[in-house]
């Protein structure tokens, strides 16, 4: 059974950078998708950023794009997302998700098998 841990969110102001981590057990394919979402207060949860292992294949959505950073540690089995210059519309629960035996390039709608529990990341103004 795969699981997803997220750590490190927490409370920074604007302009400061946080690491979220995704700690990965379980995955018994070297194919994988895994992706980072989020969902803040009153909106729907969006997809931020994925990555497949198929091709090394990354997407930020436009919001985070310049800002965000995803990537991977295969020898820690963890996937991490590099949040910088923060804003308070990045407010959100971060999750991180992933689908294993994954082929092609990583897709927001595919990647849902497996969820973490979600951390909270506060970006005060």
């Known amino acids: 059974e795969v699981q997803l841990v997220e750590s490190g969110g927490g409370l920074v102001q604007v302009g400061e950078s946080l690491r979220l981590s995704c700690a990965v057990s379980?995955?018994?394919?070297?194919?994988?998708?895994i992706g980072w979402f989020r969902q803040a207060p009153g909106k729907e949860r969006e997809g931020v950023s994925c990555?497949?292992?198929?091709?090394?294949?990354?997407y930020l959505t436009d919001s985070v794009e310049g800002r965000f950073t995803i990537s991977t540690d295969n020898a820690k089995n963890t996937v991490y997302l590099q949040m910088n210059s923060l804003k308070p519309e990045d407010t959100a629960i971060y999750y991180c998700?992933?689908?294993?035996?994954?082929?092609?390039?990583?897709?927001?709608?595919?990647?849902?098998?497996?969820w973490g529990q979600g951390i909270q990341v506060t970006v005060s103004s």
């Open positions: 379980g995955f018994t394919s070297d194919d994988y998708a």
């Open positions: 990555i497949s292992s198929s091709d090394d294949n990354i």
């Open positions: 998700a992933a689908d294993d035996y994954y082929k092609g390039r990583c897709s927001f709608s595919s990647i849902k098998s497996y």
